[in-house]
């Protein structure tokens, strides 16, 4: 079992409207790893300032989360911060600070080189040969992407799109990339780039699963107060990495279970402020939310 | 087995950006009869004008379909025109011209007064109890209701609320109804106001069913080519009607049928402008297609 999470482990800064919380831990590797760590041992690359407390460092390890790519280095850790209004899809971003994040060049220790699986979670697709190339033959690679590389790395984005087995959109990014409106086209055209596998996050309305010849629908837990969706989407691709590195297997069974435990990760990190919620969660809550939703679901 | 549908029966002149229709037979009646035909014999109550066409009307019988509540009136039949734009979801009324509907008081004939299910599709909420009035003791009664009632009879349609079992409402009147916009909290508010049973439709998200004690996802059909989404929420009415009719029971299993049904229903319905799908739609599809649905939620 190995799977490596690239990405951000970082400060946010959360509005919304029933409350804020001022510079609490955040960051898609963190997310990621944690939202994994119910499934398997994951390693995180990434980087953070000498700010970053050493408790949630130590929270970290204590989820079997193996730091050793994760750098921590002279400087402040990467801050967004971000303002949700009634509607939890919609979020503006009011305040980005790069630090030590500015210049990451994601190193990986020796240790990780033999991983089955990769994720990279919100890299600029630019740099996803310098990492990959520091791998020795993944069995999986997956990534996610952020609106700006959209924007501004099109043909760079498009181009690791091609070589990518796994990729993880929300419903904005989908349209954004193919120009389909229609969900389901956007899908398929996604996985017409390339992609084997195509998760299509829909917030409330739970996901789509894309692959070669079938498409799958996943439900979200119905919640009804939303605290924070901050991590959704990174807790989302957790889970269902985290799932597939344990079962080891790629049969549509194991894959549409896979994007189920993606979603029931997504549903407990939105019910508190940042990884809140993280804390106090064990397996057999995983376990029983996974049993309400085939419940909910099963005809 | 006996469901009534009262409802119009109508012509709807249809813009979309892929084409146009004139004067084309639809109305909540006539779809969520024909949806409902595929599990049991629905009555119809309803009106329509001389220039109804009577090739229609034979072909609602030949689907088994009960017309002995359906009047024909000197004039011209209720006239409905609407537009969608690229997003299915949204529809802007151009045009409605009542005409033999604007004083339709339902008359229901002696041989539907046993029905077990009734079906209130769209009716003004203060005609209600006037309908109802007339059958005997009906098992279970349902209602939709449009955005019209929502403005202008609020105080009626709460109080016919607090008297139905079954209440159909899409994403849209659920939220402005209730005045919650979470989902979850605006379906959960809506059985708070007194049917055990409410279906809240989300168009391409498919559909959640709320009881006193459960949660249910339904799934849409992954179609990526709406013709035309009139009557998609009649049909689902109407199959998931047509459904607990057939089987007379209310477990939780057999109303997630149903709704799954409902679904199936909505999808066929969406394929083709009008009715048009209906003209070709065998029974043997609407059960392949619930296998597919099956297929494509089970994990």
Same mark, same amino acid.
């Not at 990174?234 to 049969?251: E, I, V």
């Given at each position: 079992?190995?799977?490596?999470?690239? $990405?951000?482990?970082?400060?946010? #800064?959360?509005?919304?409207? !029933?409350?804020?919380?001022?510079?609490?831990?955040?960051?898609?590797?963190?997310?990621?790893?944690?939202?994994?760590?119910?499934?398997?041992?994951?390693?995180?690359?990434?980087?953070?300032?000498?700010?970053?407390?050493?408790?949630?460092?130590?929270?970290?390890?204590?989820?079997?989360?193996?730091?050793?790519?994760?750098?921590?280095?002279? $400087?402040?850790?990467?801050? !967004? %911060?971000?303002?949700?209004?009634?509607?939890?899809?919609?979020?503006?971003?009011?305040?980005?600070?790069?630090?030590?994040?500015?210049?990451?060049?994601?190193?990986?220790?020796?240790?990780?080189?033999?991983?089955?699986?990769?994720? &990279?979670?919100?890299?600029?697709?630019?740099?996803?040969?310098?990492?990959?190339?520091?791998?020795?033959?993944?069995?999986?690679?997956?990534?996610?992407?952020?609106?700006? !590389?959209?924007? #501004?790395?099109?043909?760079?984005?498009?181009?690791?799109?091609?070589?990518?087995?796994?990729?993880?959109?929300?419903? %904005?990014?989908?349209?954004?990339? #193919?120009? %389909?409106?229609?969900?389901?086209?956007?899908?398929?055209?996604?996985?017409? &780039?390339?992609?084997?596998?195509? &998760?299509?996050?829909?917030?409330?309305?739970?996901?789509?699963?894309?692959?070669?010849?079938?498409?799958?629908?996943?439900?979200?837990?119905?919640? %009804?107060?939303?605290?924070?969706?901050? $991590?959704?989407?990174?807790?989302?691709?957790?889970?269902?990495?985290?799932?597939?590195?344990?079962?080891?297997?790629? #049969? $549509?069974?194991?894959?549409?279970?896979?994007?189920?435990?993606?979603?029931?990760?997504?549903?407990?990190?939105?019910?508190?402020?940042?990884?809140?919620?993280?804390?106090?969660?064990?397996?057999?809550?995983?376990?029983?939310?996974?049993?309400?939703?085939?419940?909910?679901?099963?005809?």
């Amino acid at each position: 079992m190995s799977l490596v999470i690239v $990405g951000s482990v970082a400060f946010d #800064t959360i509005r919304t409207p !029933w409350g804020d919380r001022e510079k609490i831990v955040g960051g898609s590797g963190t997310y990621g790893s944690l939202a994994a760590s119910y499934f398997t041992h994951p390693r995180v690359v990434g980087v953070v300032g000498r700010d970053f407390p050493r408790k949630t460092l130590a929270f970290l390890r204590s989820r079997g989360i193996d730091l050793a790519g994760l750098k921590v280095k002279a $400087g402040k850790t990467f801050h !967004w %911060e971000g303002k949700y209004e009634d509607d939890p899809n919609r979020r503006t971003t009011l305040r980005t600070e790069l630090n030590v994040f500015a210049d990451f060049r994601p190193e990986v220790p020796a240790s990780y080189r033999g991983s089955r699986i990769v994720y &990279l979670a919100n890299l600029n697709p630019e740099h996803h040969p310098f990492v990959l190339k520091q791998f020795r033959k993944p069995a999986l690679v997956a990534m996610d992407t952020i609106r700006l !590389w959209i924007d #501004t790395k099109r043909e760079a984005l498009l181009e690791e799109l091609g070589r990518v087995d796994i990729f993880f959109a929300n419903d %904005e990014e989908a349209r954004l990339i #193919t120009g %389909e409106m229609n969900l389901v086209s956007a899908g398929k055209a996604l996985v017409a &780039l390339g992609p084997s596998l195509v &998760l299509l996050k829909k917030g409330e309305h739970g996901a789509l699963v894309f692959g070669r010849d079938f498409v799958f629908g996943v439900p979200a837990h119905p919640c %009804e107060h939303v605290i924070d969706p901050t $991590g959704a989407g990174d807790s989302f691709a957790g889970g269902f990495l985290g799932y597939l590195d344990k079962t080891r297997s790629l #049969t $549509g069974r194991d894959v549409h279970r896979a994007a189920v435990y993606g979603s029931v990760m997504a549903s407990f990190a939105i019910e508190d402020f940042g990884i809140g919620r993280f804390l106090s969660l064990d397996r057999d809550l995983v376990e029983a939310r996974f049993r309400q939703f085939r419940k909910m679901t099963a005809f």
